[in-house]
């Protein structure tokens, strides 16, 4: 799953010259719609979910709404990835979730009463302190969704630094951690339980 077509196919392509039946879709988070007809064909596909590795997001500069209304870094790091879990639990009973989350949300605050008028207020903040307040709230979605969901594991993966183009909103201190290190793969094979867990590298 990927949100840019040619740059799906590519990795798809590259997966299948392991011998192994590999499938390819394309959806843009920041379109509720579009992630709800990824959940329509996942389903059509696939009858069972053993591992969903959700690695969406990213920390925009761009505060404008989405096609839906919401806050960009919002909807495509919260709002979007928790929607495709909803839409496909029924074939992730017994599964796992493991999900790319982020040591920043320690440092962001939500009072319980007043979510929804701080969320509205995010384009108050800076790139890296929206996307650490959307991460706590998606945090916060997959301890409720686990809580509803027993059969579902769920663990959110602080993957550490990664070599990517992720941090090129946050300016100079960005392009200062943009590093190698190994990919987030913990999780994926464990065989111990995990329900409600976060861990970091």
């Not at 928790?82 to 920043?104: H, K, M, N, P, Q």
Request: net charge positive; proline share 4%.
């Amino acid at each position: 799953m990927g949100r840019n077509r040619a740059r799906t196919g590519e990795i798809a392509d590259a997966l299948a010259t392991t011998g192994r039946p590999v499938s390819r879709y394309v959806a843009d988070f920041a379109d509720l719609e579009q992630v709800r007809r990824l959940a329509v064909d996942l389903a059509a596909d696939v009858e069972k979910i053993d591992v969903l590795l959700s690695n969406t997001g990213g920390a925009f500069a761009d505060t404008s709404p989405t096609v839906d209304g919401n806050e960009l870094n919002y909807q495509v790091n919260a709002l979007s990835p928790f929607l495709l879990i909803r839409e496909v639990t029924a074939t992730l009973a017994g599964g796992r979730i493991v999900a790319t989350s982020s040591y920043s949300h320690r440092g962001a605050v939500l009072h319980h009463q007043d979510v929804g008028s701080q969320l509205d207020r995010v384009t108050e903040l800076g790139p890296h302190q929206r996307y650490a307040r959307v991460k706590l709230v998606s945090l916060l979605l997959h301890r409720e969704h686990q809580r509803r969901h027993p059969d579902v594991e769920i663990v959110d993966v602080h993957p550490g630094l990664v070599a990517s183009d992720f941090g090129r909103y946050l300016g100079r201190t960005g392009t200062i951690l943009k590093r190698v290190v190994k990919c987030p793969r913990w999780h994926v094979n464990s065989e111990h339980v995990f329900r409600n867990r976060y861990s970091q590298p």
